[in-house]
């Protein structure tokens, strides 16, 4: 199975900071990307997809890279309830059939 | 969204006992669903895929026979863990993926075995 690749951190950031994740993947032939939000002890829940030209969901912004085969998230006005594991993922298979390759995490720590 | 239960979320067990973990869909049709295994600090590991009435695709390294798993109607899958042993401590987590191929997770399971 191809590799997904983070930064684990943490990052601590103040609050209201603009913090920033890259995540890189192997598979160059990988058709869908995500993001996944971890809390400590619960299940992954869907954060963002990532589209090729890059999308924004209010202070989240994702973006896609195929070139370089990477993946990046911005939060802006980082908020203390952001904090958590945040996950990058891969779907190789390009229709959902095939499991998701998950990547490490990277823990975020927003500081008050 | 769809939502996706699981049960128990949480048991222990002596060594040597199977551990049964149902995976249910609640509102939607899961045509298919993955089993996932997350040990502390590590990313969700894919074990096994299975579609309904089929039997399910076990990644490399997974021992289909220790890891059980029946997907006998569309809404329910379940995992049995056979013989466990404390190596086998770790949250299982399901999802399940419908007409819109989006997969919905469940909650996790945490077993510990003693």
């Known amino acids: 199975r191809k590799e997904v690749e983070q930064d684990p951190g943490p990052f601590n950031v103040p609050e209201g900071a603009t913090v920033a994740f890259n995540c890189t993947y192997s598979?160059?032939?990988?058709?869908?990307f995500f993001w996944y939000r971890q809390d400590c002890r619960k299940e992954p829940k869907l954060l963002m997809s990532v589209y090729s030209s890059g999308n924004e969901d209010g202070r989240f912004t994702a973006q896609l890279n195929r070139a370089s085969q990477y993946i990046s998230l911005l939060i802006r006005d980082s908020k203390l309830s952001d904090s958590a594991t945040y996950l990058c993922v891969v779907d190789n298979s390009g229709g959902g059939a095939d499991g998701l390759t998950f990547g490490k995490g990277t823990h975020l720590i927003i500081q008050p | 969204g769809a939502v996706v239960s699981q049960h128990p979320s949480w048991v222990i067990c002596k060594s040597g006992t199977s551990v049964k973990i149902e995976c249910r869909s609640l509102?939607?049709?899961?045509?298919?669903m993955f089993w996932y295994r997350q040990f502390p600090k590590q990313s969700l590991m894919l074990m096994a895929t299975?579609?309904?009435?089929?039997?399910?695709?076990?990644e490399q390294g997974v021992e289909k026979d220790k890891f059980l798993i029946n997907h006998a109607s569309l809404t329910l899958s379940t995992l049995t863990v056979t013989s466990a042993h404390p190596e086998d401590s770790s949250f299982y987590i399901c999802s399940a993926s419908g007409l819109i191929n989006e997969q919905f997770f469940g909650p996790g399971t945490r077993l510990t075995v003693l």
């Open positions: 598979n160059s032939a990988s058709q869908s």
């Open positions: 509102d939607f049709q899961a045509t298919t």
């Open positions: 299975s579609n309904e009435g089929s039997k399910a695709t076990y």
